[in-house]
Each structure stands twice: as structure tokens, then as C-alpha cells.
């Protein structure tokens, strides 16, 4: 075949990137919901798990419908290679792990997803790994944190739930003279609109759950980067503490990358609309959204993003008011999801983020009146008044 696939429009990569045909010659995506192989012989067992001869031995280790998924996913992120895991934590953890031993020092922005800030502030601790939180935006912030010790950035963009933006160029090249590994949860950007490894990253990291489903169906991760990392650093971790995504969820995964960019991109398109919406109606204090001029990090977001993305951040001033909003949608459900084709809206202080104590959120400037919307694939005439109405009633 002439063809290369790295040569491939995003569309054509999201249906047919990593396609390996059975005999039978189906069109969908084979699902192998098997554990184990059979080999021909003892001496084929014995190549096999040597190394020397290449194919599945255990689903732990490997799966010909999860090896499709990763496939696809590394040719759609550009990445030599990829590792599915079984959540988005599950790949969080084993990045982070994979990476880090005792006496170790990471450097990590200050606004991260609540699961992330537990692993970094209460299971790193346990191990010896110290953290240093940074104001992520800023350059200068990156490098003074930087020890002898210090093996590894933790860099969320944009971040959850006020899409604070991390200069990943900048940090990557602090990170890279510091010989740290730059780790960026890609999650919010997707990786339609945000390529960290072309910007200097080592690994990104995804949670498969929020727009790769993008259907609320099952949970899934990804890692990706060098074919050295994920198939050398990485190996041994993954195979034998079992963060491995069920075939079954792999198969489920390759059929949302198919309308990856279908979906994101008309999210995109919704989220513009709404966005403007609310940053014009007089109870909303302050809105954030990555595709607006406004936001304060719009020149870095020129810079490293092609798409603002479907989350939008804003401020209704009072617990009171952001709970009155969100009891009076009516298409738009109160969720703590992202990226599904169904709009949904949550108040992070009293969800996501509870669990972070006052002062915390404060230094992320997370107060009770913000409210975060992840806008779906609904008419857009019915979502602006579904949200118009519910700012009246504020
Ligand atoms: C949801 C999310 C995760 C965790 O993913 P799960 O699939 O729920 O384990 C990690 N990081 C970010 C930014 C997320 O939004």
C-alpha cells in the first residue's frame, strides 16, 4: 500500500488510522474480548514472551482491539506511540509513577483536577515524592521551583474549572533543562486542538471518558509520547500493577474517534455561541472561555490552541445565584461530566472542588458563584434559551 497514514487528513486518521483487517475482512472494528493467546508450539510460547517473535500473550499486557485504539489515537496526536488505560486516573497515576521515586521532586500547577491534586498531595507524600505548586501561567514561577531533584512537570491546559492556560512551549524548555519530564493532562484542549508533544512535551495524558467517548458511555485513558517511554519506561509499570482498558471499552473508544472531530468541532461552534451569550447578560460578573478575545491568556491560547474547545467558566457572584441557575435549565442537566454530546452544567465548589479546602480555592481564584457549563451537540437556538432563561432566573 503507497498510502501513508501519517500522511493523512485528522478526518481520515479518526475512521481508519491503525485498521488491522481480519481474514473475514470486516468493515467495523473487530472486538476481541479474549484474556489469553494460544501459541503453535512450547518453542513459540517461549519467542513469544522472549520478546523475539511479536504478538499478544494476556490482555493485561495487550489486546489486538486496544492496540487498534492506540494506533489510532497516536496517529491522531502525532506521538510514535500510545498505552490505553483503564481511566483517565488510571493514566494520570502511571504517568506520574512511572516516573518518580522516592527522593523525587515534581513541579505541578496549582489548579488541577481534584483526583490529580489528591494523588500529587496525598499518595506522592507516602512515597517520598515531595511537590512544589506553582502558578502555572507563569514562566518565571516554573523555574525557581525547580530542584536537583526534580524528575518531572505536571502541567494541566487548559485547567479544570476556570481554563487557566499553561505556556507549554516556555515550560517544556525549563522542564528539558532541568532533564524533568513534562507531563500535560490534554483533556479540555482534546487533542484536536492542542498537540503538547509538538510544543516540547514528553507524555500527555487523556481521560478517554470525556470527548472520546463523548457519548457518557464508559470511563478510558490514554498515554502518549516517545515509542522509548511508553514501550521502555512504561512497560514493566503497566503490566504488572494492571491499569489495562477492557477490550470491551476500547472497541467503544474507536467508535467515538471516529466522530471525534465531527463532534468537537460543532461543540466548538455551540460553545462560541453560548460563551458570548452569557458574557453579555448583566448577572454574570465574568465569563471565561478560550475561544474569546477576553480570556486572559488569549495570546498563549493563540499561540498553542486552534479551537477554543466545549467548557465555558463564569461567575453568577453567590453560591445562591449559581444554584438558581442551574435549577432553572431545562434541557441542560446538572452533571460533572465533559465532552458529551448532552450539555451539562456544575457548580465546581460544591462538587469537583469540594473537597479542596476554602483558602485553596481561593488561591485558584475558584469562588461560589462560578458556574462550569460543558456544551453538548443540542440545537443551538434550544441551548441559548435554555441558558438565557436560566440567567434570568439567577
Ligand atoms: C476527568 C478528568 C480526569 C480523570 O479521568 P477519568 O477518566 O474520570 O479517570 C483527569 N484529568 C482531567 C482534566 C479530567 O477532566
Given at each position: 500500500m503507497a498510502e501513508d497514514p501519517n500522511h493523512w487528513d485528522v478526518e481520515t486518521r479518526l475512521v481508519r488510522g491503525?485498521?488491522?483487517?481480519?481474514?473475514?475482512?470486516?468493515?467495523?472494528?473487530?472486538?476481541?474480548?479474549?484474556?489469553?493467546?494460544?501459541?503453535e508450539s512450547a518453542a513459540a510460547a517461549d519467542r513469544r514472551f522472549s520478546g523475539e517473535e511479536p504478538g499478544f500473550i494476556y490482555q493485561r499486557f495487550g489486546n489486538p482491539t486496544t492496540q487498534v485504539f492506540e494506533?489510532?489515537?497516536?496517529?491522531?496526536?502525532?506521538?510514535?506511540?500510545?498505552?490505553?488505560?483503564?481511566?483517565?486516573?488510571?493514566?494520570?497515576?502511571?504517568?506520574?509513577l512511572g516516573l518518580l521515586r522516592a527522593g523525587d521532586h515534581l513541579v505541578a500547577g496549582r489548579a488541577l483536577f481534584g483526583s490529580c491534586k489528591w494523588i500529587v498531595s496525598e499518595l506522592l507524600p507516602r512515597y517520598g515524592i515531595e511537590t512544589t505548586y506553582v502558578d502555572a501561567v507563569d514562566p518565571a514561577a516554573w523555574r525557581e521551583a525547580v530542584r536537583p531533584n526534580t524528575k518531572v512537570f505536571l502541567v494541566e491546559s487548559p485547567a479544570n474549572p476556570l481554563l487557566e492556560i499553561t505556556p507549554i512551549g516556555a515550560v517544556a524548555e525549563i522542564a528539558k533543562a532541568a532533564g524533568a519530564k513534562l507531563v500535560v493532562d490534554n483533556v479540555f484542549a482534546t487533542p484536536i486542538y492542542q498537540k503538547p508533544l509538538a510544543l516540547g512535551a514528553d507524555v500527555v495524558v487523556y481521560s478517554a471518558t470525556k470527548h472520546i467517548d463523548g457519548q457518557g458511555r464508559v470511563l478510558g485513558g490514554a498515554m502518549l509520547g516517545s515509542a522509548e517511554l511508553m514501550?521502555?519506561?512504561?512497560?514493566?509499570?503497566?503490566?504488572?500493577?494492571?491499569?489495562?482498558?477492557?477490550?470491551?471499552?476500547?472497541?467503544?473508544?474507536?467508535?467515538?474517534?471516529?466522530t471525534l472531530e465531527l463532534r468537537v468541532t460543532r461543540q466548538t461552534e455551540n460553545a462560541g455561541k453560548i460563551a458570548d451569550l452569557i458574557a453579555e447578560h448583566s448577572k454574570v460578573k465574568r465569563t471565561i472561555y478560550c475561544g474569546r478575545p477576553d480570556h486572559p491568556q488569549a495570546a498563549i491560547i493563540a499561540n498553542q490552541m486552534t479551537g477554543g474547545g466545549n467548557v465555558i467558566a463564569f461567575d453568577l457572584g453567590s453560591r445562591e445565584a449559581a444554584w438558581r441557575f442551574l435549577d432553572a435549565l431545562e434541557i441542560v442537566d446538572i452533571s460533572n461530566n465533559l465532552g458529551d454530546a448532552k450539555s451539562m452544567a456544575t457548580h465546581p465548589s460544591t462538587t469537583t472542588h469540594r473537597s479542596m479546602t476554602e483558602e485553596d480555592r481561593e488561591a485558584i481564584g475558584l469562588t461560589q458563584g462560578w458556574v462550569r457549563i460543558s456544551v453538548g451537540l443540542e440545537g443551538p437556538r434550544d441551548l441559548a434559551r435554555d441558558v438565557s432563561r436560566a440567567l434570568d432566573k439567577a
Open positions: 491503525g485498521m488491522a483487517r481480519t481474514p473475514y475482512g470486516e468493515m467495523s472494528e473487530p472486538l476481541f474480548l479474549n484474556q489469553s493467546f494460544a501459541y494506533d489510532r489515537l497516536a496517529l491522531l496526536e502525532g506521538a510514535e506511540a500510545c498505552r490505553a488505560t483503564a481511566s483517565g486516573m488510571a493514566a494520570v497515576h502511571a504517568a506520574l514501550n521502555e519506561t512504561y512497560k514493566d509499570f503497566l503490566r504488572h500493577t494492571g491499569p489495562a482498558l477492557s477490550p470491551f471499552n476500547s472497541w467503544v473508544l474507536l467508535k467515538g474517534l471516529e
